[in-house]
């Protein structure tokens, strides 16, 4: 296409030229033509013409016309006189040089597409197979706009309880030691219908069973309750709704997300944690603060502004009983909705992430899920609780064998109603992550935290409701899609401030985790 543009200008420019001049058919005409029939013996570069410059309107012309393809030529005394007018003959005599050049070009063409006639013919039934192939996907495929996301978790573990024996008869029964296989499948599917919007579909079924298996928080707390610990009403491995939401921007900083069944965690501007890259006890993955990342599920609504410098900001509300339309037992915005409102706003980088978050929580709806049992049992029905978190985390450039560390500590203020309701309470965490420490695909974590414990109640002498936590985890990937996760958690006073006077209650937990992603 360039040769061909070349060709047309030049030919416009000498075409113009030679329509003013008088034809002169002798001397340096002649002189002329012959020069350039023999152009390619004769000028290899638009240098050699002592009177052509770069500044020349037509020197890009000029200079492929002979530098690319060979076919201009100047005068015996290196001159081009491109100024001078043209006669018909030098106008036939480039055209005829450029002309060969052109033939000599399609020959070549030809030539080579003959040696290569087979193998072109055996690109061209490839490529005929392919878009068969392509029209037959086409033709049965999912969607054009929907992406599908599954996770699908193998869990083996056990759990054992020690301590004095009236603790042990009245708390755990004895009846939590069995081992157990359980299962969760998540499929989440991502569907855009503009390219920057997205509307979220969580599919997601389990038999962790509420009712008798200590890794959903069925034990004597909620506190060894799995991340993975899937299950939804009473029937196990039942594929139920879990969230659906949907998100768009406004503006090139602003996004919306809305939805009836979407998480306060899906709606926030920051994670502030590196910890870890696989989940086991969900209470050390909340930012030391589980009271303010709850996680709520319901009806809910935010904004998520995020700034190019870094800093970030979202709001958020959801009720977790907005989907009912009597007004005493939820609905949105009622004394009954079991709502969350969260203001969050931080700062987030590759390798630094910190946040400060505040959410306001509705007493009476068992929200604050990672707590003592003396504390979700002494926090008033009515009224609200106030729960600030502070979190971040770093992580170097050698992920090899300096850890990446994540920290996160809440405080929160309850209302009271009655002696003996709690007033305040706090919670922190602590976890260190290492990457590729002994073989590239193989991370190492472990982590300590004091979930939501009482440290001051109403008319009363300061509670003894502290513990602490810990787990450590390593996780193998067999392959991109399959990774393999044993893993170790104590509970040093899972009852707290329930524990028998002078007793003692602890928990050890252990368990293999095997997840494929597709």
């Known amino acids: 296409m360039e040769f061909v543009q070349s060709i047309l200008i030049a030919s ?27 152009s390619r013996d004769q000028v290899t570069s638009v240098t050699q013409f002592s009177d052509v410059y770069p500044t020349d309107w037509a ?50 063409l030809r030539r080579l597409l003959k040696e290569f006639e087979t193998e072109l013919a055996i690109l061209r039934g490839r490529v005929d197979g392919l878009e068969a192939r392509v029209g037959e996907l086409e033709a049965t495929q999912f969607s054009t706009t929907t992406k599908l996301k599954g996770v699908a978790t193998f869990v083996v573990g056990a759990n054992q309880f020690r301590g004095s024996a009236n603790a042990l008869k009245q ?12 299962n969760d499948l998540q499929l989440n599917l991502e569907t ?5 919007d997205q509307l979220t579909s969580v599919l997601r079924a389990g038999n962790f069973n509420g009712d008798n298996n200590v890794f959903s928080g069925a034990g004597p707390t909620t506190l060894s309750t799995l991340e993975t610990a899937f299950q939804e009403g009473d029937h196990p491995n039942q594929l139920t709704l879990d969230k659906l939401f949907y998100s768009f921007p406004i503006g090139s900083h602003l996004t919306v997300t809305a939805g009836p069944r979407v998480g306060q965690e899906d709606m926030l501007a920051i994670w502030p944690s590196f910890y870890p890259s696989d989940a086991i006890l969900d209470v050390l993955t909340l930012n030391g603060a589980p009271a303010a990342y709850n996680k709520n599920l319901g009806a809910g609504a935010g904004l998520r502004w995020d700034a190019p410098t ?7 509300y959801v009720a977790a009983n907005g989907s009912r339309s009597t007004t005493s037992e939820g609905g949105l915005a009622t004394k009954d909705a079991g709502s969350t409102g969260t203001v969050q706003i931080g700062y987030a980088r590759e390798e630094l992430t910190l946040a400060a978050i505040y959410t306001a929580i509705q007493n009476g709806d068992d929200l604050i899920t990672y707590a003592s049992p003396f504390t979700q049992t002494s926090l008033s029905a009515t009224g609200m609780t106030h729960a600030f978190g502070l979190g971040g985390a770093w992580q170097g450039l050698d992920e090899r064998w300096i850890p990446s560390i994540s920290a996160g500590w809440g ?21 260190l992550e290492w990457d590729n420490i002994f073989m590239d695909s193989t991370s190492v974590g472990i982590a300590v935290g004091q979930p939501v414990f009482a440290t001051d109640l109403k008319g009363q002498n300061t509670p003894n409701d502290g513990q602490f936590i ?21 509970l040093s006073r899972p009852l ?15 368990l293999a985790k095997i997840t494929f992603k597709f």
């Open 171 to 182: 708390h755990s029964n004895g009846g939590f030691g069995a081992t157990s296989l359980n």
């Open 470 to 490: 810990w787990e450590a985890w390593l996780q193998m990937n067999v392959t991109d899609a399959i990774t393999v996760t044993p893993a170790l958690f104590y």
């Open 496 to 510: 707290g401030q329930d524990t028998p006077r002078g007793e003692t209650f602890e928990q050890l937990g252990g």
């Open 192 to 196: 855009s219908f503009t390219g920057e």
């Open 12 to 38: 416009a420019v000498f075409g113009g030229l030679a329509s003013t001049g008088e034809p002169n058919l002798n001397g340096v005409s002649d002189d002329a033509a012959r020069s350039l029939e023999n």
């Open 59 to 108: 020197y890009q012309a000029l200079s492929n016309l002979v530098e690319q393809y060979g076919c201009v030529a100047g005068y015996p005394n290196g001159t081009f006189r491109g100024n001078r007018a043209m006669t018909r003959y030098e106008a036939a005599a480039l055209l005829n040089a450029c002309l060969d050049r052109v033939t000599e070009v399609t020959d070549e």
């Open 310 to 316: 870094g800093f970030r900001f979202s709001a958020n």
């Open 411 to 431: 405080i929160n203020v309850s209302d009271t109603s009655q002696n003996g309701d709690v007033q305040t309470s706090q919670s922190w965490t602590a976890g």
